[in-house]
């Protein structure tokens, strides 16, 4: 008996089904890993973003230190912060240096005011995501006669 003829197209219908299948399994593998790479870097650039503004938080306070009343580094004491979210403490200011003021007579040299140089600590934490920043600043303050170091 004599086999019909049947075409090639005819006999790979069932391949180009498979092939088909083969490519949407691998279609979605690359689609699942890019939504993931995508997530993972999401989650590192908002870490890197509380992390920076948790920074600009220490920063503000210790300027609020800084520029407020000069009788903080006559007695200096740990104080506590809240700013916009984050709280901490600001941590005594710590006497590095202290030199007379150039400039004036020797004559005078009691009343002779004086530049001390602080180092000031700021830790704060933003009560939301748990980020948090310790910051060291260097600060220079004319004094009058009487500040000790």
Sequence with gaps: MKRPFISTVQRQHGSSLLLSLVMLVALTLLVVS???????????VGN???????????????EQQVMGNVSNFYTPVDQP???????????????????PVPGYSVDF??????????????????????????????VKVRMDSTATC
């Excluded at 809240?82 to 590095?96: D, E, H, K, Q, R």
Aim: glycine residues 6%.
């Design 34 to 44: 890019a939504v993931r790479m995508s997530n993972s870097n999401l989650k590192t």
């Design 48 to 62: 890197m973003q509380f992390k920076n503004e948790a920074v600009a938080a220490a920063q503000q306070a210790i």
């Design 81 to 99: 912060i809240s700013i916009n979210g984050y709280t901490g403490t600001i941590s005594a200011p710590v006497c590095l240096k202290m030199a």
């Design 109 to 138: 040299a009691a009343s002779v005011p004086k530049d001390i140089y602080w180092d000031i600590k700021a830790v704060v934490t933003d009560t939301r995501t748990g980020a948090s920043a310790t910051l060291h600043q260097g």
